[in-house]
Every structure is written in C-alpha cells, then in structure tokens.
C-alpha cells in the first residue's frame, strides 16, 4: 500500500462537501475515511489537523496525483475572496460550504461517469457504476476486505454488447451510448481524452461534442470535473432555475434549449469572472442541499 501526507489548510477541503457533491459517483465514507476508486486505483482518504492522507491500493499514489485531484494549486481562500458580494446566493453558498473544492477526476473516469448520468439521480448513477465496474473493469485491489475494480476500458466497452450493458449495470438507452463511446474512444490513441486540457476551452469542448451521445452538458461536466476547465459551466435543472432567478431578463425563453444553454453560461461567465466553474458548483450543491418546498426562497 502507497500513501502521501499533504499539508493543507484546515479550513481549505471539506471532503463530505467535495465528495459528495455530484462531481464523482465511486466514494463511500467509512468512518473517519473516504473511500473511492480514482482510476487504476482504490483511495482511502483522511484529513485532520491539516494533514491530508491518502493510501493506494493498485496503481501507486504519489503527492502530485493527490494534488491534482483535489486541485490544491487553487488557493480556495483567494477563490472564495474573489467571489464574495457578487450575488447573495453564492455568498449564501460559501457560508455553507466553505471547504468545498473542485475535483480533477481522470478525464475517462469523468466521461464515463457524467455520459451515464442523463436523467439520473446520484444514488443510481453510484450504483450503475459500480455493476459496470464489476462486470466489465478490471480488479484495482482489495481494501479491508474489500475487491474494488476500475471502470471499463474504452475496448472493453467497444467490445460489449450494448444490451448486455444495458442488463448487466442497469443503464437503459445509456448502454447504446457507452457502446459507441468505446467504439470511438478505442481507436484514438491513448493520451487523446486527456490531451483536450491542453486545447482552447472551446475547442476542446467542440472535440467532446463531436463524439457520440455527448451533448453541451456532458462536454462541460468533464471538462470541469475531469480536464480542469474553470471557464466550463455545466447547466443542468438546478443551474438552470437559478439563473433564471439571479438573471431574469437576460435569459429571453423559459424552456432550456442549446441556444438557452450557452446564453446562460455566458452569463455565468459574465457574473462570475474570477472563476464561473467553481461559482457553478457552488450553487449547484446549495440547490441541491436545499428542501424542495424551501428553494423558491433560497434562490
């Protein structure tokens, strides 16, 4: 077993916020821990007295594999600075959660994750995966008793029978789509998904959106949770009512259509300049953490 110890900020990561705020799928909390897989590996992870723990089983970690998942190059108290006094639901937000941050999860691990969740809801989205895994991954190790697999391969998946998929992890029409994904993704070279970070926001999410079953809000969700795009500003239904209640008239349709959806985050963009990507979360995990009946307040 691997570990790292990194020192940060005790008021810098909260991980229930960060790992349970629908940006990653695969994390339990077991007792004082976390535990998760993060591509060829299983991940139990501590953070107490500013000293953040992780141990490995299955590919080694090292201090820059932590720092990249958790993205410490952000100094989140300069992020949070720079956010304040913008609108009184983020504000609201950063009260809430102060150690939230946003997470780069492998670029794959990200796709296959977000290309399944349409129309889904955490918890089945969390358990899809983990019977994909079982059934078409590989075996990363074993933690406590525990045997844990990564995610399928893009041959693995171009290999499958889609309606295999669509039994064996519960993934309807979803199935279909991974099937193509794997198609595809197998034939490019390896480093293809990842090498996106180095294009232009735009382009890059061009790229995505060139591939199969991949709309804007997939292309964003991984280019903000898998590529380290902070400019991506994925809109789903929560994002979307709380723009109409931050913006108002700018927004011109009351339904959100691909025109609609990059008009509004555009307008994230505008409101949110030091950084629209993390503003996005923020407000997406306070909507959410938010009772029903309590929202048309709140927002």
Same mark, same amino acid.
């Given at each position: 077993m691997a570990s790292v110890t990194l020192p940060v900020p005790e008021d810098a990561l909260d991980l229930a916020a960060t790992l349970t705020s629908g940006q990653v799928f695969r994390w339990r909390r077991e007792g004082d821990c976390w535990v998760g897989v993060v591509g060829?590996?299983?991940?139990?992870? $501590?953070?107490? $007295? &500013?000293?953040?723990?992780?141990?490995?089983? &299955?590919a080694p970690v090292t201090a820059a594999d932590v720092a990249r998942f958790f993205r410490l190059e952000v100094d989140l108290a300069a992020l949070r600075a720079a956010l304040r006094?913008?609108?009184?639901?983020l504000d609201d937000a950063l009260d809430r959660f102060p150690g939230l941050r946003v997470v780069r999860q492998p670029a794959a691990d990200a796709l296959v994750s977000f290309a399944i969740a349409s129309a889904n809801h955490v918890g089945r989205i969390a358990r899809s995966l983990d019977r994909l895994a079982t059934t078409y991954g590989t075996p990363v190790g074993e933690l406590d008793g525990t045997r844990f697999w990564a995610l399928p391969s893009w041959e693995r998946l171009a290999a499958a029978d889609p309606r295999a998929l669509w039994r064996d992890a519960?993934? &309807?029409y979803r199935?279909?789509?991974?099937?193509?994904? &794997?198609?595809?993704?197998a034939a490019r070279p390896a480093a293809w998904l990842e090498g996106l970070a180095a294009l232009p926001y735009r382009e890059a999410r061009a790229e995505l959106m060139a591939l199969p079953g991949i709309g804007?809000?997939?292309?964003?969700?991984?280019?903000?949770?898998?590529?380290?795009?902070?400019?991506?500003?994925?809109?789903?239904s929560h994002i979307w009512a709380t723009a109409r209640a931050l913006f108002g008239e700018a927004i011109p349709t009351t339904s959100l259509t691909e025109r609609t959806y990059l008009r509004v985050?555009?307008?994230?963009?505008?409101?949110?300049?030091?950084?629209p990507?993390?503003?996005? %979360?923020?407000?997406? %995990?306070? $909507?959410?953490?938010?009772?029903?009946?309590?929202?048309?307040?709140?927002?």
């Open positions: 060829q590996a299983v991940w139990r992870v $501590r953070f107490a $007295r &500013g000293a953040l723990t992780v141990e490995s089983v &299955g006094r913008l609108a009184p639901p519960d993934l &309807g199935g279909r789509v991974l099937h193509q994904l &794997g198609a595809v993704l804007p809000k997939i292309a964003d969700c991984v280019l903000l949770y898998g590529l380290g795009f902070d400019e991506a500003v994925p809109v789903d985050a555009d307008l994230y963009r505008t409101a949110f300049p030091a950084n990507g993390w503003a996005q %979360h923020y407000l997406f %995990h306070r $909507r959410r953490q938010t009772p029903p009946a309590a929202r048309r307040r709140a927002a």
